[in-house]
């Protein structure tokens, strides 16, 4: 799937490419309630986002059980990426966000949201990150009474460059 243009060989302009560490169930990865913890952990290969305009798009679809509203977080290699709430009605969420590299340790994060159009988690420049290594894609759950989430599906595109 690489092309040669003037002589550098990469991948394809525009071409999306899924990374296999991603995650789906029918009947999801449940926490526990009353219980902050990490729920569920994909991996991030080294090497993933080599060069500026290389970006990773980051999504996760889960639902919180029922009860009090609980707060699902996603986290790249420690740092908080995306992050949404169900106030206890088990509705179906999503946490998505784009990671666009700057350098092996640096990102802007553009977390989406519904309005503004970006959320809360959007950072220029955050340091934090490694590329050079493994990097763990993490959904954690705060600690809430009577519920947890259940996260039913990580999604990692890749949508690189293309020619260094």
Request: with cysteine; aromatic share 8%.
């Amino acid at each position: 799937m690489a092309e040669t243009i003037n002589g550098l060989e990469g991948r394809s302009v525009g071409v999306v490419y899924p990374l296999v560490n991603t995650f789906v169930s029918g009947t999801g990865a449940a926490g526990s309630d009353n219980t902050a913890q990490d729920v569920k952990t994909v991996v991030v290969p080294a090497g993933t986002l080599t060069q500026v305009n290389d970006r990773l798009r980051i999504r996760i679809y889960w639902t919180g059980d029922t009860g009090a509203a609980v707060t699902a977080t996603t986290k790249l290699n420690g740092v908080t990426v995306a992050a949404s709430v169900d106030v206890g009605a088990a509705a179906l969420f999503i946490n998505e966000c784009w990671i666009h590299y700057i350098d092996n340790t640096h990102a802007n994060i553009i977390e989406h949201g519904t309005f503004p159009a970006t959320g809360a988690s959007s950072a220029i420049n955050s340091a934090g990150f490694d590329w050079s290594s493994d990097q763990n894609v993490v959904v954690s759950q705060d600690q809430i009474a009577n519920n947890h989430i259940i996260v039913y599906g990580i999604f990692l595109d890749v949508h690189p460059l293309g020619i260094p």
